[in-house]
């Protein structure tokens, strides 16, 4: 894949600008590690009203954390074939006072890599959907993704296994556990395991991602019991202007509901230090008003460490009616984020 702006300045996932960022503490005799994070902070308002108690939740301009972060990255080469890895990361909120510093445990996972044979890692970290089906839609840093994300039966108590790259193809697998182990036994006290996997293709400009996630209804409210399908994929027209089309769907439940078609469509542009990005989202639900939603984003790079953003989302939620229907939560009201980060 052709590398551009979009890979270092825009993305939201850490992972690129971490990579071109990250300070080397320590290498030598094959052991490396490196330190790598950001500051962000912006200014948020607007979006969807939500009703919280009875009444209508104020989205009024608001001062923020968006996404602050530190890691390390950790490697040693057992033979020239096979490296040893591991990752922690931790977030933390930079826009006020914590005396409990760090707030949340992002990444905390290791494993093994070989050319030859492929990549196993386990412990909690964002899924391989997003990784290898989903990430071509990931570009905005806070709001507008509206397929699947890392999270989705992920992040915590999971291992996963991918391909080398065998001519273009990368084939991938991973499991979630929920374990009942120190609960009170009754009838609904068992372990349960949420599996995914798929294939991504992804040689010259073209990049095509199918997958599927086994969503038990373990992995919280949003998940329905059923099986959720992806297929999603970018093409680079030029070294400026990319294009991306994907498809997902899930069957509804008869307990929980929950079932949609989405279809995505988007593109990003780059020209010196500017990136723009657009995508509209056609979302038909089963047991809920079908919406349209949309996102433009607009990144510039002031420096290689030191970046600004503007980013606009438009949900499209249908609103909601408290009481006789004087106070009603507004669906439709966009949601705007404007900020900088500083990476390292």
Do not use: C
């Not at 994300?149 to 697998?173: H, M, R, V």
């Amino acid at each position: 894949m052709k590398k551009t702006l979009l890979a270092t300045a825009i993305i939201g996932a850490l992972g690129a600008s971490a990579a071109a960022q990250a300070a080397t503490v320590y290498d030598q005799d094959g052991t490396r590690l490196d330190i790598y994070g950001r500051v962000a902070l912006g200014i948020e308002g607007g979006g969807p009203e939500e009703v919280e108690g009875g009444a209508v939740v104020d989205n009024s301009e608001e001062f923020r954390n968006v996404g602050s972060r530190l890691g390390l990255r950790l490697s040693h080469d057992v033979t020239s074939d096979l490296t040893a890895f591991a990752r922690a990361e931790w977030r933390f909120d930079a826009d006020e006072r914590n005396s409990d510093g760090f707030n949340d445990v992002r990444h905390t996972y290791l494993g093994l890599q070989s050319d030859q044979f492929g990549t196993f890692q386990a412990g909690n970290f964002d899924s391989f959907y997003l990784q290898f089906v989903s990430s071509p839609f990931d570009v905005y840093i806070q709001d507008g993704f509206e397929f699947t994300g890392g999270g989705k039966q992920s992040q915590g108590d999971s291992i996963g296994y991918y391909t080398p790259d065998l001519n273009g193809f990368t084939a991938f697998l991973q499991a979630k556990h929920y374990s009942s182990r120190g609960d009170l036994k009754s009838a609904n006290t068992d372990s349960e395991v949420a599996a995914q996997g798929g294939v991504r293709y992804a040689q010259g400009p073209v990049t095509i991602g199918l997958g599927f996630v086994d969503d038990i209804r373990e992995g919280g409210l949003s998940s329905n019991d059923e099986m959720l399908y992806g297929l999603i994929g970018s093409y680079d027209f030029t070294d400026q202007f990319s294009a991306r089309l994907g498809y997902e769907t899930r069957d509804d439940s008869s307990t929980f509901g929950g079932g949609f078609d989405k279809v995505g469509l988007g593109a990003t542009f780059t020209t010196g230090q500017w990136a723009f990005t657009g995508d509209v989202y056609d979302v038909n639900n089963d047991n809920s008003e079908d919406r349209t939603a949309w996102a433009l984003g607009s990144y510039y790079n002031v420096s290689s460490n030191f970046d600004v953003f503007l980013e606009l989302v438009q949900a499209d939620q249908p609103d909601i009616t408290i009481g006789n229907g004087v106070d009603t939560a507004d669906g439709d009201d966009v949601y705007y984020i404007t900020g900088a980060r500083y990476h390292f």
